[in-house]
C-alpha cells in the first residue's frame, strides 16, 4: 500500500510541476519523470518528454555515481493516464541489476541514480536526472542464496535456469532482463539467447540483421541506420560490385568519394550508420549490408546550426517527423533529398524540399539538413540570420541571394569578369573575379602540318568568343588565309587555355584544318600567326615554324638540309642550349615549367610511360623533365591471389558443413529417441508435457546449430573479402557474388 501511495504522489509532484512551467513551449521541454523504487534486485520508475510524447524515453542507470546500463521506458503503466500524467501509459521501466555477481548489489549501502535522455537528440541538456534521484538502496539482507542450476528458477550466481534437459530455448526456460539479443549484444539484434547447462547465457546465436536496399539506376541518396559489421567501403559494396560507378559523401574534413575502378586512389575509406551518401548506379541492385542495430528508436545524428550536414536516421525504422528533430528550426531550415534515379543532382527541379514534398525523415534515406534559428527581433529590430538564405538587413548576401553585388562589374568595378559568391560569414567573396586585361596576346598551336593541310587552334582571351584570323605562311611569304573556327572541346577540359585568364571558355570553337591546294614540290617551311584582338602584331603560333617536303625525286633541299628517298627534306640539326624556365619549349627540353601548358598537349601518363592503362598527372620539374611520380598503373587482376582467396574461402565453407552435418544428424536422432520415449508415456498429461519438451529441446538444439554454421559462412566470406582486395580491380567485377548467396540454405 505504502508504494502505490509513493506512485501517486510522485506523479502528482510532476504534474504540479508541470503545472508551474506551462507557459514554456513544447519544444523546450525537458524530460520529467520519477524513481517509484529500488532495491537490490532492480529500480524503477517512469520517464517522458513532451517534446516527443509517442516516443519512449532511454533512461541511463548509475550505481555508486558508476554507469551501469540503460533501459528504454515503454513499459505499461496505467497510473500514468491515471493520474493525467501522460497521455498514454507507454513510459515506465523498470532495470534489474544483471551485470552484478549474484545479479543483486554488492552487500552495503548504495546510492542508485536515473537519468533520462531529452529529445530530440541533440537538445541541451542531453540528459535530466529524475525526481527521487538518488535513491539510496541497502543491500545487507540480499546475496548469498545457493544456487541450485535447473529447478527453474534464477538463484545466486545463475544468469538463467531451466526447468528440462539443456541447452534450453528461451521458450522452457528463465532469463531475467535483459533477455534478448538486442539488450545481450552490440546490436546483433537477431536470433535468441539460450541457457546453458551451467545456467549462463549463450549469445552465440545472435546475429546481425541484413539491410536490404534498393537502388535504381542513376543517383540514389542513402543512409544507414544500423552501424555496419564491416564499415570498409569495399565490404559495404560488394553485394553491388560491377553495378555502380561512384559513391560521394561529405565528411568532416570536406567532400570525398569512391571509384570502384581506383581503389588505391580513393579518398572515401568507410560508412558509417547516419552518415548520407549519392551512389550512382549502372543498373538496378539490392543493397545488402548487415549491421548492428544498437536501438530500436529511431534517433538522428547531431546537426551542426547555419551549416550543410549530410545525414540520415539511424536506431529504427519507422518515420521521424522534421519537426521532432530541428524544433522551432523546422519552419526556418533547408531541408532537401532526391529521388531514387535522379539523374543530375546539381538540377534544382531534381530536388525534394520540406516541407513540400515530405514532413519525415525516412529509413534507409539520406538528407542535405542545413539547421537555422529563426530571426529574432527586439525593440523593432531583427538580427540577421546568417545561413538562412535570405539577404537581410546587415548581410551582404545570403547563400545564392547576392543582394546589389550580383557580377564582378558591379562589386568591384567596369571590366571585370568571373562569378562573384558568399562566403559563410555572409560577406561577397570577389576572389574569382578577374582584373581587366587589354591586349593579351593570341595563344595557340600549329599541332600538325604536312603537305596537304596545317592543323591546330588559335584563341584571342580579349574576345574569346570571336574566331580568329590566322595566316598561313609558307617560306616566309604570305600562303593563305583561314580562320579558327573549327570545334575543339578539348580545349576546355586539357588546360590549353588557362581559365584563370579567360575567367571561363565561353566558346571552344577556335580550331583550323587548312588544306594546301597549290604547293610547289620541294621542301618547304610552314608558319602560322593568328590576328591580335583587339589591335596589334600577330603572334606566331606555337609549334612554328615546321618542314614540310613533297614527294618528288627531283626535289632540290635547301642548303643544309637532308633528303629522305621519298623527297623530303629535313632541316638540320641546331645545337641549341636549352634555357630552362624561360617560359618556351626549348630543343633538349621534355616541357618548361614556367610556360603554360608546361607540360606538351597530348602528353599522358599513358603516352609517357607507353601504358595506356596509366593514370595521374604530369608534372614538370625544375629541370625541365617531366615526372611521372604521381602516375600509376592499376593492377587489373592477380589470378594466383584471387585463386588462393577462393580456396580458402571454400575450403572454410565445407569445413563448416563438416561440423554441421554430424551435429544435426545427432540433434534429430535425439529427437527421435525423446519423442518415442515421449509417446509412450501413459498418462496423457505428461505424454504432452514431454512431446511439447522433446520437441522445444530439439529447435532450441537446432538453432544453435545453425547459428553455429551461419557465423562460420560469415566468417568464411568476410575473409575472402578482406584478400581479394589486393587482388585487383577485376576481382570485383568477374565475380559480383556475394555472401548472400550461402547465408540462406
Known amino acids: 500500500m505504502k508504494k502505490i501511495a509513493f506512485i501517486v504522489f510522485s506523479v502528482c509532484l510532476v504534474m504540479a510541476g508541470a503545472a508551474l512551467t ?70 515506465g521501466f523498470d532495470y534489474f541489476f544483471s551485470t552484478f555477481p549474484n545479479r543483486t548489489l554488492p552487500a552495503g549501502n548504495h546510492s542508485v ?27 545487507s539482507s540480499y546475496g548469498g542464496t545457493t544456487a541450485v542450476c535447473g529447478n527453474g528458477v534464477v538463484e545466486g550466481d545463475e544468469q538463467c535456469d531451466y526447468s528440462s534437459a539443456p541447452p534450453i530455448g528461451t521458450s522452457n526456460s528463465v532469463i531475467l532482463s535483459p533477455n534478448s539479443c538486442q539488450t545481450l549484444t552490440d546490436g546483433l539484434s537477431n536470433g535468441a539467447p539460450v541457457c546453458t547447462s551451467s545456467c549462463t547465457i549463450d549469445t552465440s546465436g545472435c546475429f546481425a540483421p541484413v539491410m536490404e536496399i534498393n537502388l535504381k539506376i542513376g543517383w540514389n541518396f542513402v543512409s544507414f541506420v544500423g552501424e555496419p559489421v564491416d564499415s570498409n567501403v569495399d565490404a559495404i559494396f560488394s553485394s553491388i560490385a560491377g553495378k555502380f560507378s561512384r559513391v560521394t559523401s561529405f565528411v568532416a574534413g570536406g567532400a570525398v568519394a569512391y571509384n570502384p575502378l581506383t581503389p588505391t586512389v580513393n579518398t572515401l575509406k568507410a560508412i558509417h550508420a547516419g552518415q548520407a551518401f549519392q551512389i550512382l548506379m549502372t543498373q538496378d541492385a539490392i543493397l545488402l549490408v548487415s549491421a548492428r542495430m544498437r536501438s530500436t528508436l529511431g534517433t538522428f545524428p547531431t546537426l551542426t546550426t547555419n551549416a550543410w550536414n549530410e545525414v540520415g536516421p539511424t536506431g529504427g525504422w519507422d518515420p521521424i517527423s522534421v519537426s521532432s528533430v530541428l524544433g522551432n528550426m523546422a519552419a526556418t531550415s533547408i531541408i532537401y533529398t532526391f529521388a531514387p534515379g535522379t539523374t543530375d543532382l546539381s538540377l534544382e527541379a531534381n530536388k525534394l524540399y520540406y516541407p513540400t514534398n515530405f514532413t519525415s525523415f525516412e529509413a534507409y534515406k539520406g538528407y542535405w539538413v542545413k539547421p537555422i534559428p529563426a530571426p529574432t527581433t527586439s525593440g523593432g529590430t531583427t538580427t540577421p540570420i546568417c545561413g538562412n538564405g535570405i539577404a537581410e538587413s546587415g548581410e551582404q548576401c545570403d547563400g545564392t541571394q547576392l543582394a546589389n553585388s550580383p557580377t564582378c562589374a558591379i562589386a568591384k568595378g567596369t571590366g571585370y569578369t568571373g ?39 588559335a584563341v584571342d582571351l580579349d574576345a574569346p568568343t570571336t574566331p580568329l584570323k590566322i595566316g598561313i605562311y609558307v ?20 588546360g590549353a587555355v588557362p581559365v584563370a585568364e579567360a ?97 606538351p598537349y597530348g602528353t599522358t601518363c599513358a603516352t609517357k610511360m607507353a601504358n595506356t592503362a596509366a593514370i595521374g598527372t604530369l608534372t614538370c620539374g625544375t629541370d625541365c623533365k617531366i615526372n611521372t611520380a604521381q602516375c600509376t598503373i592499376p593492377v587489373l587482376l592477380n589470378v594466383d591471389c584471387i585463386s ?34 515421449a509417446w509412450a508415456v501413459t498418462d496423457r498429461i505428461q505424454r504432452k508435457a514431454a512431446i511439447k519438451a522433446a520437441w522445444t529441446s530439439f529447435n532450441a538444439t537446432k538453432s544453435t546449430t545453425i547459428a553455429a554454421l551461419k557465423k562460420a559462412k560469415t566468417a568464411a566470406w568476410a575473409t575472402y573479402a578482406a584478400e581479394r582486395k589486393t587482388c585487383g580491380t577485376y576481382s570485383y567485377y568477374d565475380d559480383t557474388t556475394s555472401s548472400y548467396v550461402d547465408m540462406y540454405w
Open 22 to 91: 506551462n507557459t514554456k513551449s513544447v519544444s523546450a521541454a525537458t524530460p520529467t519523470g520519477w524513481i517509484d523504487d529500488a532495491n537490490a534486485d532492480h529500480v524503477w520508475g517512469w520517464a517522458y518528454d513532451a517534446d516527443a510524447p509517442s516516443s519512449p524515453v532511454s533512461v541511463s542507470i548509475y550505481v555508486d555515481g558508476v554507469f551501469i546500463g540503460i533501459a528504454t521506458a515503454n513499459a505499461s503503466k496505467p497510473d500514468l493516464v491515471t493520474n493525467a500524467a501522460t497521455a498514454d501509459p507507454y513510459h
Open 113 to 139: 541514480e536515473v537519468y533520462a535522455g531529452n529529445l530530440p537528440t541533440g537538445a541541451s541538456p542531453t540528459t535530466v536526472s529524475l525526481q527521487g534521484s538518488p535513491k539510496a538502496v541497502s543491500a
Open 503 to 599: 575567367g571561363a571558355l565561353p566558346t571552344t570553337n577556335h580550331g583550323f584544318d587548312f588544306t594546301f591546294t597549290a604547293l610547289t614540290a620541294g621542301a618547304h617551311v610552314v608558319t602560322v600567326q593568328a590576328q591580335n584582338l583587339p589591335s596589334g602584331l600577330s603572334a606566331t603560333l606555337d609549334g612554328s615554324p615546321k618542314t614540310i617536303g613533297i614527294t618528288d625525286a627531283t626535289t632540290t633541299c635547301p642548303t643544309g638540309y637532308t633528303k629522305d628517298s621519298a623527297g623530303n627534306c629535313t632541316a638540320p640539326t641546331v645545337a641549341v642550349v636549352p634555357t630552362c624556365g624561360n617560359g618556351v619549349l626549348n630543343a633538349g627540353e621534355e616541357c618548361d615549367y614556367k610556360k603554360y601548358p608546361a607540360i
Open 419 to 457: 562569378t562573384v559568391s558568399c562566403t559563410a560569414n555572409c560577406t561577397i567573396d570577389t576572389t574569382k573575379c578577374v582584373t581587366p586585361v587589354t591586349n593579351i596576346a593570341p595563344k595557340g598551336w600549329l599541332e600538325e602540318a604536312n603537305t596537304t593541310h596545317v592543323k591546330g587552334w
Open 644 to 677: 588462393a582467396a577462393v580456396e580458402k574461402r571454400e575450403t572454410a565453407l565445407i569445413a563448416a558443413f563438416d561440423v554441421y552435418t554430424p551435429a544435426m544428424k545427432e540433434i534429430i536422432n535425439t529427437r527421435k529417441n525423446a519423442l518415442k520415449a
Open 475 to 494: 617560306d616566309g611569304k604570305l600562303h593563305s588565309m583561314a580562320t579558327a573556327d573549327n570545334p575543339r572541346p578539348d580545349l576546355a577540359t586539357n
